[in-house]
C-alpha cells in the first residue's frame, strides 16, 4: 500500500523518507488545510529525498473557489515546480455550487504533464461525488485524496471504499489517518493512505507576548484582500 506523507518543512520531508514514505506531498501552513510553499523549500526537498515530491498547488487558504488573478498563479507555480523537477501535482477547483470546475481543473491537469496529479480534498466539498469522479477521471487526474466526505477518512471509510471499487482512479484515504486505524483502509482494497504523523516541539515561552495568530483571517467562506478603498484612506492621510 503506497503511503503518501503530507510533509511541511525539510526537516518533515525527511523524516516522511526515513520512515519509509512512498512519497511526500510538500505544503505549508497545515492550520489552514496547506497552501503552496515557496519555490525554496521545493528546491531544498528535491535536493534531499529521493522519494518522489508531490506540491500542493493552491494559492490561499479558504475555500476552493478561484478568482482569475489567483488561477493564474496556480498556473505560475506549476511552472515553477516543472523547472524544479517535481514528481506530481496535488490541486483542484470547484464552482461555487460545489461541482468540480471542469475547464479551470482540466487545464491545470493539462499544464501539469507529465507529472502526477491529484485532486485535493476539495473533493469533500463535491455535491455530487460520484460524478465528480468520472469527471475527474476522464480529464485524466490519477489519485483523489478524500476523507469519503466525512469528517475523517475514518468516518468516511464506507464511501472510499465503494469509490474505488467503482473507478480506476486511486482513491487515497486522508484526515485523521493514524496507527490505529491504517491498516483499516488497506483492509478494504484501498491502494493509498495519507498523512502527515504530526508532533510539536522547539517549545518557546511566549508568555507576555503579543499573539501573531490573527483569528480574524481564519475564514473559509470568504477570501481576505487589501481593500482599495480603505489603503487609499491610509496613503492619504499621511502624504
Request: charged share 20%.
Given at each position: 500500500m503506497l503511503v503518501e506523507v503530507c510533509t511541511n518543512s525539510l526537516e518533515s520531508a525527511i523524516n516522511a523518507e526515513r520512515a519509509g514514505a512512498d512519497r511526500i506531498e510538500l505544503c505549508s501552513e497545515l492550520g489552514v488545510g496547506g497552501i503552496t510553499p515557496s519555490a525554496g523549500l521545493i528546491q531544498l526537498v528535491k535536493k534531499e529525498l529521493t522519494i518522489p515530491v508531490h506540491v500542493l498547488i493552491r494559492p490561499r487558504g479558504g475555500h476552493f473557489t478561484y478568482s482569475d488573478a489567483e488561477f493564474e498563479v496556480a498556473k505560475a507555480?506549476?511552472?515553477?515546480?516543472?523547472?524544479?523537477?517535481?514528481?506530481?501535482?496535488?490541486?483542484?477547483i470547484l464552482m461555487d455550487d460545489f461541482s468540480v470546475d471542469v475547464e479551470r481543473t482540466k487545464a491545470l491537469v493539462e499544464l501539469a504533464k507529465p507529472m502526477h496529479f491529484t485532486f485535493h480534498r476539495a473533493f469533500d466539498w463535491v455535491s455530487e461525488p460520484l460524478e465528480a469522479i468520472k469527471q475527474l477521471?476522464?480529464?485524466?487526474?490519477?489519485?483523489?485524496?478524500?476523507?469519503?466526505?466525512?469528517?475523517?477518512?475514518?468516518?468516511?471509510?464506507?464511501?472510499?471504499?465503494?469509490?474505488?471499487?467503482?473507478?480506476?482512479?486511486?482513491?487515497?484515504?486522508?484526515?485523521?489517518?493514524?496507527?490505529?486505524?491504517?491498516?483499516?483502509?488497506?483492509?478494504?482494497?484501498?491502494?493509498?493512505?495519507?498523512?502527515?504523523?504530526?508532533?510539536?516541539?522547539?517549545?518557546?515561552?511566549?508568555?507576555?507576548?503579543?499573539?501573531?495568530?490573527?483569528?480574524?483571517?481564519?475564514?473559509?467562506?470568504?477570501?481576505?484582500?487589501s481593500n482599495l478603498e480603505t489603503l487609499i484612506s491610509i496613503v492619504r492621510a499621511v502624504k
Open positions: 507555480d506549476i511552472l515553477v515546480c516543472k523547472a524544479l523537477g517535481v514528481d506530481g501535482i496535488v490541486s483542484g477521471e476522464s480529464m485524466g487526474v490519477q489519485t483523489i485524496l478524500t476523507s469519503g466526505g466525512e469528517t475523517s477518512a475514518e468516518n468516511g471509510i464506507m464511501n472510499l471504499g465503494a469509490w474505488q471499487q467503482d473507478t480506476s482512479i486511486v482513491i487515497m484515504a486522508g484526515g485523521g489517518v493514524s496507527p490505529k486505524n491504517a491498516s483499516r483502509f488497506k483492509e478494504i482494497g484501498l491502494r493509498a493512505i495519507h498523512c502527515s504523523g504530526t508532533s510539536f516541539g522547539n517549545r518557546l515561552g511566549l508568555e507576555g507576548k503579543i499573539s501573531m495568530n490573527s483569528a480574524k483571517h481564519l475564514v473559509e467562506d470568504e477570501v481576505a484582500v
